[in-house]
């Protein structure tokens, strides 16, 4: 997948459930639709060029995930979030 394909924003619930993930900085479980699982601590939600990014701590390294890139993520206090398209 390129990352100059459109952004396809994701479901506002899933948003918020990031969001919460990043004010608590939650270790979360992170499935991406390349089939690449992580550990990841949350820390930031971005927008840039209308293309929203998860900031999170993996492996000690900084990475910017494009949402729409996330398949699922879980973690005990919010469960498991199917990541959909709004």
């Given at each position: 997948m390129s990352m100059n394909e459109t952004y396809q924003p994701i479901n506002c619930d899933d948003y918020d459930n990031l969001e919460l993930a990043c004010q608590h900085h939650l270790i979360l479980t992170?499935?991406?639709k390349d089939g690449e699982v992580l550990q990841a601590k949350a820390n930031d939600?971005?927008?840039?060029?209308?293309v929203e990014y998860l900031v999170a701590d993996v492996s000690g390294?900084?990475?910017e995930l494009r949402l729409d890139k996330i398949s699922s993520?879980?973690?005990p206090q919010?469960?498991?979030?199917?990541?959909s398209e709004s």
């Open positions: 992170l499935t991406l939600l971005v927008s840039r060029k209308n390294e900084t990475r993520f879980s973690h919010i469960g498991t979030v199917v990541v």
